[in-house]
């Protein structure tokens, strides 16, 4: 029997799992983490490796590790390390930290690799099937799976991935088609900028990007007022979760990238080295191995050999199999929203503590991002009995 259970592996999983070693002195080896992959932060540092990330959009103190300073003394000075006046820490010493943390712990003692199929209440606590059919017994359970892994495609281009797997692609998927210029990246925020500006480098004035919207800029995807009393006292006196909800979605900035970044795409676009394309896709067809895309507002066509989706995942979290049969035996509490109803430590029910999307009607608009795993984590740590 497992004192934790952690179902997920990704930077809320193992903010978790660090805040239970270090600051309540669980034993590693009474800890589970479950987790589709191999090690920990797996899919992080793939998807942040394939776009090139250069630096977090976090300042220095949001890490995986108890101390707000942990990382600015992990390794001091150079200024290639830290980026601006929030100190962004370069990728590459984030996941050196990480790493380093992590290994402090032991993690691997914990880590097993499976994907959770079903969750339920025994006699004497929790049960956790996985698909390979094991089962696993802990008295508290974690619910820290991030997002549902379900890609987000405009409503023409699931149509186009499912005709021509080969040339079109979605950045999150498990694998990317064969990359051949020219090529389209289809989306507006973060995750397309970092991608165009890999591409423009390695196939100069043969990338496109088309967004909706123009570059939106900020430093931050949410006012930093919200780490703290100034936005948050006034959103836990929120009663309504309907009300709740409308706070979030108007503090996120969604499709956002901060002002270096806008600036490094503004100058790649003065030189030609790539088309930004402010347009929808009306329609498209394919002609001599090309796929030929077909804008709606000014009325042109632009022609591609691949096309890439960095449109993000689906905003239906909550549809996942096992979590939906977990919510209707336990009978647990859910805004209209459909995300949980919880308390301040975090707790759906007796035992059970959510972390990520699924705590954002108590954490607020920051609850997804790694300021948001820190605050899960000390809430579910100092709060538990």
Request: hydrophobic fraction near 40%; aromatic fraction near 10%; glycine fraction near 8%.
């Amino acid at each position: 029997m497992y004192e934790w259970i952690i179902i997920g592996g990704g930077i809320h999983g193992c903010t978790v799992a660090t805040y239970l070693v270090k600051k309540k002195e669980v034993p590693i080896h009474k800890i589970c983490v479950i987790d589709p992959y191999p090690e920990p932060l797996f899919k992080w540092k793939r998807l942040t490796g394939l776009i090139d990330m250069p630096y977090l959009r976090s300042p220095f103190v949001h890490h995986l590790d108890t101390h707000p300073f942990s990382l600015k003394s992990f390794k001091k000075g150079g200024g290639e390390n830290f980026y601006g006046p929030y100190k962004r820490p370069a990728l590459p010493l984030f996941n050196q930290h990480s790493n380093a943390v992590l290994e402090g712990i032991k993690i691997s003692k914990a880590w097993f690799q499976g994907k959770v199929e079903h969750v339920e209440k025994g006699d004497n606590g929790w049960i956790v099937r996985t698909s390979s059919l094991d089962h696993f017994y802990g008295s508290n359970i974690v619910i820290a799976t991030g997002m549902n892994n379900k890609l987000a495609y405009p409503s023409w281009g699931s149509d186009l991935v499912v005709a021509h797997p080969k040339q079109v692609g979605h950045l999150f998927a498990e694998s990317l088609p064969r990359i051949e210029p020219p090529i389209v990246v289809i989306g507006g925020g973060i995750s397309a900028a970092h991608l165009v500006v890999k591409l423009s480098k390695q196939f100069p004035g043969l990338v496109y990007q088309i967004a909706r919207h123009p570059y939106r800029v900020h430093d931050f995807d949410s006012d930093p007022g919200w780490l703290g009393p100034k936005y948050m006292s006034g959103f836990e006196k929120i009663s309504r979760y309907e009300d709740r909800r409308e706070v979030i979605d108007h503090a996120r900035h969604k499709g956002s990238m901060p002002s270096e970044l806008a600036n490094k795409l503004r100058n790649l676009k003065r030189s030609n080295t790539f088309t930004f394309i402010q347009d929808e896709i009306q329609s498209w067809d394919v002609s001599d191995n090309e796929i030929i895309l077909h804008l709606t507002k000014i009325e042109s066509i632009v022609k591609a050999k691949t096309i890439l989706f960095a449109t993000g995942f689906s905003r239906e979290v909550m549809k996942v199999d096992w979590l939906q049969r977990l919510i209707q035996e336990e009978k647990l509490a859910c805004a209209k929203c459909g995300f949980p109803v919880v308390k301040e430590d975090l707790s759906w029910c007796n035992h059970l503590f959510v972390t990520g999307p699924l705590a954002e009607l108590e954490i607020g608009p920051p609850s997804r991002n790694i300021s948001g795993a820190r605050k899960a984590a000390e809430r579910i740590v100092n709060h538990t009995v």
